[in-house]
Nanobody, 125 residues
Framework: QVQLVESGGGLVQAGGSLRLSCAAS????????MAWFRQASGKEREFVAAIAWSGDRIDYADSVKGRFTISRDNAKNTAYLQMNSLKPEDTAVYYC??????????????????WGQGTQVTVSS
């Protein structure tokens, strides 16, 4: 049974930092492209960042470029999202997602096979 478990969310002041983790089990982690999406209240789920299964490609949404960093540790079956210079508009539930050998079209949430339960990130002004 595949499980993706996010952790690291919380309440932080604007300008602060958080590091999200996504621990995966039940899948061959090194063959999965890992991504983070977020969903603010009343809005659609949107792409944040992705790191290719091969590790040689990383993409970010324009809104987080230069502030967020996605990474992965295949030995620990874990993906990370380091979030710096947080803004109130970053407030959302953040979801981890996995897609088998996905090589492109990272922005499309329909491409992902597995999802975590989400972790709340709240940025106060």
């Amino acid at each position: 049974q595949v499980q993706l478990v996010e952790s690291g969310g919380g309440l932080v002041q604007a300008g602060g930092s958080l590091r999200l983790s996504c621990a995966a089990s039940g899948l061959s982690f090194s063959y999965y492209t890992m991504a983070w999406f977020r969903q603010a209240s009343g809005k659609e789920r949107e792409f944040v960042a992705a790191i290719a299964w091969s590790g040689d490609r990383i993409d970010y949404a324009d809104s987080v470029k230069g502030r967020f960093t996605i990474s992965r540790d295949n030995a620990k079956n874990t993906a990370y999202l380091q979030m710096n210079s947080l803004k109130p508009e970053d407030t959302a539930v953040y979801y981890c997602a996995a897609a088998f050998v996905l090589a492109n079209n990272y922005y499309n949430r329909e491409m992902y096979h597995y999802w975590g339960q989400g972790t709340q990130v709240t940025v106060s002004s």
